[in-house]
Nanobody, 123 residues
Framework: QVQLVESGGGLVQPGGSLRLSCAAS????????MGWYRQAPGKQRERVAV???????NYADSVKGRFTISRDNAKNTVYLQMNSLKPEDTAVYSC?????????????????WGQGTQATVSS
Protein backbone atom coordinates (compact mmCIF):
# COMPACT_ATOMS: atom_id res chain seq x y z
CA GLN A 1 0.00 0.00 0.00
CA VAL A 2 1.24 3.48 -0.91
CA GLN A 3 -0.17 6.76 0.33
CA LEU A 4 0.43 9.86 -1.78
CA VAL A 5 0.01 13.45 -0.61
CA GLU A 6 0.38 16.34 -3.02
CA SER A 7 1.22 19.93 -2.16
CA GLY A 8 2.37 23.12 -3.85
CA GLY A 9 -0.64 24.12 -5.89
CA GLY A 10 -2.05 27.62 -5.91
CA LEU A 11 -2.82 30.69 -7.97
CA VAL A 12 -0.16 32.11 -10.27
CA GLN A 13 -0.10 34.64 -13.08
CA PRO A 14 0.61 33.60 -16.66
CA GLY A 15 4.34 33.18 -17.16
CA GLY A 16 4.85 32.29 -13.53
CA SER A 17 6.05 29.11 -11.87
CA LEU A 18 4.83 26.52 -9.40
CA ARG A 19 6.55 23.53 -7.86
CA LEU A 20 4.37 20.58 -6.95
CA SER A 21 5.48 17.94 -4.50
CA CYS A 22 4.16 14.46 -3.87
CA ALA A 23 5.22 12.70 -0.69
CA ALA A 24 4.86 8.92 -0.67
CA SER A 25 4.72 6.57 2.27
CA UNK A 26 4.00 2.95 2.97
CA UNK A 27 6.18 1.03 0.53
CA UNK A 28 9.47 0.97 -1.30
CA UNK A 29 9.25 4.25 -3.19
CA UNK A 30 12.26 3.72 -5.44
CA UNK A 31 10.73 0.81 -7.36
CA UNK A 32 7.65 2.73 -8.46
CA UNK A 33 7.16 4.66 -11.67
CA MET A 34 5.86 8.04 -10.57
CA GLY A 35 3.69 10.33 -12.63
CA TRP A 36 1.80 13.59 -12.62
CA TYR A 37 -1.58 13.79 -14.27
CA ARG A 38 -4.00 16.67 -14.59
CA GLN A 39 -7.68 17.18 -15.18
CA ALA A 40 -9.26 20.47 -16.18
CA PRO A 41 -12.99 21.13 -15.78
CA GLY A 42 -14.96 19.37 -18.50
CA LYS A 43 -11.90 17.57 -19.84
CA GLN A 44 -10.46 14.09 -19.53
CA ARG A 45 -7.52 13.44 -17.29
CA GLU A 46 -4.23 13.59 -19.15
CA ARG A 47 -0.76 12.40 -18.32
CA VAL A 48 1.62 15.30 -17.84
CA ALA A 49 4.93 13.65 -16.97
CA VAL A 50 6.32 10.36 -15.69
CA UNK A 51 9.62 9.28 -14.24
CA UNK A 52 10.64 5.65 -14.02
CA UNK A 53 12.43 3.91 -11.20
CA UNK A 54 15.65 4.30 -13.21
CA UNK A 55 15.08 8.03 -13.69
CA UNK A 56 14.01 8.14 -17.32
CA UNK A 57 11.34 10.75 -18.04
CA ASN A 58 8.55 11.35 -20.49
CA TYR A 59 6.43 14.45 -21.03
CA ALA A 60 3.23 15.42 -22.74
CA ASP A 61 3.92 17.52 -25.83
CA SER A 62 1.99 20.42 -24.31
CA VAL A 63 4.45 20.80 -21.42
CA LYS A 64 7.80 19.84 -22.99
CA GLY A 65 10.41 22.45 -22.31
CA ARG A 66 8.33 24.06 -19.55
CA PHE A 67 7.79 21.33 -16.95
CA THR A 68 10.38 19.13 -15.26
CA ILE A 69 9.66 15.99 -13.25
CA SER A 70 12.20 14.74 -10.73
CA ARG A 71 12.37 12.39 -7.80
CA ASP A 72 14.28 12.15 -4.55
CA ASN A 73 14.23 8.54 -3.43
CA ALA A 74 15.85 9.40 -0.10
CA LYS A 75 12.88 11.64 0.69
CA ASN A 76 10.24 9.45 -0.99
CA THR A 77 9.14 12.49 -2.96
CA VAL A 78 8.47 13.34 -6.59
CA TYR A 79 8.36 16.90 -7.86
CA LEU A 80 6.91 18.74 -10.82
CA GLN A 81 8.54 22.06 -11.58
CA MET A 82 6.20 24.07 -13.78
CA ASN A 83 7.58 27.16 -15.52
CA SER A 84 6.15 29.56 -18.11
CA LEU A 85 2.67 28.64 -16.99
CA LYS A 86 -0.29 29.30 -19.25
CA PRO A 87 -4.00 29.62 -18.44
CA GLU A 88 -4.55 26.27 -20.17
CA ASP A 89 -2.36 24.63 -17.52
CA THR A 90 -5.11 25.28 -14.99
CA ALA A 91 -6.21 21.93 -13.59
CA VAL A 92 -6.21 19.60 -10.62
CA TYR A 93 -2.83 17.89 -10.62
CA SER A 94 -2.66 14.38 -9.20
CA CYS A 95 0.28 12.21 -8.30
CA UNK A 96 0.37 8.57 -9.37
CA UNK A 97 2.52 5.62 -8.41
CA UNK A 98 2.68 2.47 -10.52
CA UNK A 99 4.59 -0.70 -9.85
CA UNK A 100 5.23 -2.77 -12.95
CA UNK A 101 5.91 -6.46 -13.14
CA UNK A 102 9.59 -7.38 -13.21
CA UNK A 103 8.89 -10.35 -15.50
CA UNK A 104 5.99 -9.40 -17.78
CA UNK A 105 6.41 -6.12 -19.72
CA UNK A 106 3.87 -3.32 -19.14
CA UNK A 107 1.84 -5.29 -16.61
CA UNK A 108 0.84 -3.07 -13.70
CA UNK A 109 0.87 -4.78 -10.34
CA UNK A 110 -0.12 -1.79 -8.21
CA UNK A 111 -1.60 1.61 -9.05
CA UNK A 112 -2.07 4.40 -6.48
CA TRP A 113 -3.38 7.97 -6.66
CA GLY A 114 -3.19 11.02 -4.50
CA GLN A 115 -6.15 13.34 -3.95
CA GLY A 116 -4.79 16.13 -6.11
CA THR A 117 -3.83 19.76 -5.79
CA GLN A 118 -5.34 22.68 -7.68
CA ALA A 119 -3.14 24.84 -9.87
CA THR A 120 -4.76 27.94 -11.32
CA VAL A 121 -3.07 30.19 -13.88
CA SER A 122 -4.86 33.50 -14.20
CA SER A 123 -4.22 37.21 -14.27
Amino acid sequence: QVQLVESGGGLVQPGGSLRLSCAASGSIFSIYTMGWYRQAPGKQRERVAVISSSGSTNYADSVKGRFTISRDNAKNTVYLQMNSLKPEDTAVYSCNAKRYSDTIPRVILYDYWGQGTQATVSS
